[in-house]
């Protein structure tokens, strides 16, 4: 049985960071497509980055691109969101996601559909 466990959610101030990390055990890490989304109170979830497992290919969502990146270490079972020049906007639950399908391509990255396992999420709160 696959388990995602986020951590590293947290408060900060405005333009600040944060390193979210998703530690994954359950089966192949290295082959599964790896995400994270956020939802803030009210809102659909967001799509915020992915890390293809077969490319290399990352990809991120208009409102994260140029201050978020996305990592992952293969050894160690563990995707990361590394977040800099936080805005309040940014605030919202941060979940992780796995599409283990072995699939090459995800259709649609951005897609929440795509992914058959989510973690708990992680809360991040960012003050003005």
């Known amino acids: 049985q696959v388990h995602l466990v986020e951590s590293g959610g947290g408060l900060v101030q405005a333009g600040g960071s944060l390193r979210l990390s998703c530690a994954a055990s359950?089966?192949?890490?290295?082959?599964?497509?790896m995400a994270w989304f956020r939802q803030a109170s009210g809102k659909e979830r967001e799509f915020v980055a992915v890390f293809t497992w077969n490319t290399g290919r990352t990809d991120y969502g208009d409102s994260v691109k140029g201050r978020f990146t996305i990592s992952r270490d293969n050894a160690k079972s563990t995707v990361y969101l590394q977040m800099s020049s936080l805005t309040p906007e940014d605030t919202a639950v941060y979940y992780c996601?796995?599409?283990?399908?072995?699939?090459?391509?995800?259709?649609?990255?951005?897609?929440?559909?795509?992914?058959?396992?989510w973690g708990q999420g992680t809360q991040v709160t960012v003050s003005s």
């Open positions: 996601a796995a599409d283990r399908s072995l699939r090459s391509t995800l259709r649609v990255p951005s897609d929440p559909t795509q992914y058959d396992s």
């Open positions: 359950g089966g192949t890490f290295s082959m599964w497509h």
